[in-house]
T-cell receptor, first 112, second 115 residues
């Protein structure tokens, strides 16, 4: 176990809805990154938070947004859901931006 | 652009035989390389990393990886495969995206160890 927990584990949403995914980082880790893993593909970087500030973003539209809280837990919000947003969403925490990342078990989002 | 490639979608090996999962990379500067394993419906588990130093890196569960700068490769190896090693394996390189240090992953290699 990595100490990184994500909730919920599974979620089904309708196209056009909004969703919030949550991540509790490993104790002491101040950096959280979010990844999207579509079926049969490797994870793709969405964005990273370091000490409550977004400090890097991948090629994802603005309807993907996030937050990091003072206890370093994090949320990923996706607005106006599309069918292609169906994927496994992975949260990873690290001690700082330069060390290895430890992943949670993921949230499986299905958009119908 | 910095990237990794995993040329094999699927690798099959008999239990007890050595296994190799291949990874090549393309980066500017010194590469920070990682291997992760993913079991069905689970997140990624860290296996090992190469930052600097010895070219042979030892990691979890008896896995090791050999960094080869001239061939730009970072192949994952294990001397004797177990059925429980069957999983999806990802090679990754750390890239600098603005001020973020994020991982770019390969497409993954499904390893099946046959009893």
């Amino acid at each position: 176990e990595t100490g990184v927990t994500q909730s919920p584990t599974h979620l089904i949403k309708t196209r056009g809805q909004q969703v919030t995914l949550r991540c509790s980082s490993q104790s002491g880790h101040n950096t959280v990154s979010w990844y999207q893993q579509a079926l049969g593909q490797g994870p793709q970087f969405i964005f990273q938070y370091y000490r409550e500030e977004e400090n890097g973003r991948g090629n994802f539209p603005p309807r993907f947004s996030g937050l990091q809280f003072p206890n370093y837990s994090s949320e990923l919000n996706v607005n106006a859901l599309e069918l292609d947003d169906s994927a496994l969403y992975l949260c990873a925490s690290s001690l700082d931006r330069a060390t290895e990342a430890f992943f949670g078990q993921g949230t499986r989002l299905t958009v119908v | 652009a910095q990237s990794v490639a995993q040329p094999e979608d699927q690798v099959n090996v008999a239990e007890g035989n050595p296994l190799t999962v291949k990874c090549t990379y393309s980066v500017s500067g010194n590469p920070y390389l990682f291997w992760y394993v993913q079991y069905p419906n689970r997140g990624l588990q860290f296996l090992l990393k190469y930052i600097t130093g010895d070219n042979l890196v030892k990691g979890s569960y008896g896995f090791e990886a050999e960094f080869n700068k001239s061939q730009t490769s970072f192949h994952l190896k294990k001397p004797s495969a177990l059925v429980s090693d069957s999983a999806l394996y990802f090679c990754a390189v750390r890239v600098f995206w603005g001020s973020a240090r994020q991982l770019t992953f390969g497409s993954g290699t499904q390893l099946t160890v046959l009893p």
